[in-house]
């Protein structure tokens, strides 16, 4: 198949250091070019890709909340993927909602992968609007909790994401004494819980984040006053090759989410590395986290208390099933075939 993936124009593919959508678009890419796939990844002049790579601009664009306010350079962007549709069997749209304006123009066929919610409150009101009026486009769910937020649209599959497991050390007996949390320092992530926790339970917490400028006065009021540099740690944005040691020595790594995040990457990087999950009961949490053999899974509603009765009971788990759970779910392999199968279909009801 000659297959186009269109990825966001804010970061490279892949990411230099914190970027989930960009981790998946890389591993998609390579992992249909194994697959004897032509391939043509339409994404920044940084990026490192085994596929054909068309770029309209020279490196990202910033993945700040504040630029991507200004909708007209990624426009550009995802027009010269259209224009050239004509080349394609297909066109894997991985650049969210102002790709579907220029989608909508194409006699290829087109399918989303959107990386984020569509539960109302968690995006805003215009972006369910642009859903809705492309509803009838062909949709591939990342978590089937991700559907609930707009069940209306054609959703064809769902494809869980998956990493290289070879990229990430399984770490049977952690040096650390630590919990961990990773993500973007926003209210919804939950860092401000995972401090608490640390603090319920007397076990030091480290923080590995990206702060966007936009979330500033946020992590300035609230997770700052709480970093000492000694018990609440906070290390600044971290590589692969930082997170992979981080992961592997914690006691357990906290995800206290407090919205349906359709899929966190976090938690299988963790699992993958052998360390389990203390997670809240919401979004994609329960078809990531088996509770009881892979981490603990607890309702929202238990709050501080019982995300620290969790962790409490944390050695209890193997840490080799947190690895085999996801060398059986969550491989760039498992990932890779589903979107090649997905692609089958299409092109096969097409004909």
């Not at 990206?210 to 540099?229: L, Q, R, T």
């Amino acid at each position: 198949m000659k297959i186009a993936l269109l990825a966001p124009p804010y970061l490279s593919v892949p990411p230099k250091k914190y970027g989930g959508t960009e981790k998946i678009v890389s591993l998609l890419a390579g992992g249909l070019v194994e697959l004897g796939h032509d391939v043509t990844l339409f994404a920044t002049g940084d990026s490192q890709t085994r596929a054909k790579l068309v770029s309209v601009f020279p490196e990202g664009l910033g993945n700040s909340g504040l630029k991507k306010d200004d909708g007209l350079l990624p426009l550009m962007h995802y027009t010269e993927c259209i224009r050239r549709q004509k080349e394609f069997d297909i066109i894997h749209n991985h650049g969210q909602y102002l790709a579907m304006f220029v989608c909508e123009f194409s006699k290829t066929p087109v399918v989303h992968t959107i990386h984020g919610s569509y539960y109302p409150g968690e995006i805003p009101e215009e972006k369910r609007k642009v859903l809705q009026t492309f509803k009838s486009h062909r949709f591939i769910s990342i978590s089937d909790n991700q559907r609930g937020g707009m069940s209306d649209l054609n959703f064809v599959a769902t494809v869980y994401n998956g990493i290289d497991v070879s990229q990430f050390h399984y770490t049977e007996k952690p040096r650390g004494d630590y919990l961990l949390w990773v993500g973007r320092i926003i209210a919804k992530k939950g860092p401000l819980t995972a401090i608490e926790t640390a603090k319920k339970t007397n076990i030091p917490l480290v923080i590995a984040a990206a702060i966007d400028p936009a979330d500033m006065p946020y992590y300035e009021k609230e997770i700052k006053p709480h970093i000492d540099g000694k018990f609440i740690s906070y290390i600044g944005e971290i590589n692969h090759h930082t997170s992979e040691e981080l992961y592997g020595n914690a006691l357990c790594t906290l995800f206290p989410i407090t919205w349906h995040e359709p899929f966190g990457l976090v938690m299988v990087e963790s699992m993958a590395c052998g360390t389990p999950v203390v997670a809240y009961n919401i979004g994609s949490v329960p078809e990531i986290i088996v509770s009881g053999k892979t981490g603990f899974i607890v309702e929202i509603e238990s709050g501080v208390e019982g995300l620290s009765h969790a962790v409490r009971k944390i050695g209890s788990i193997q840490r080799g099933d947190c690895r085999a759970h996801v060398l059986e779910n969550f491989t760039k392999e498992k990932m890779v075939e589903g979107y090649e199968q997905v692609y089958k279909e299409i092109l096969s009801n097409k004909r």
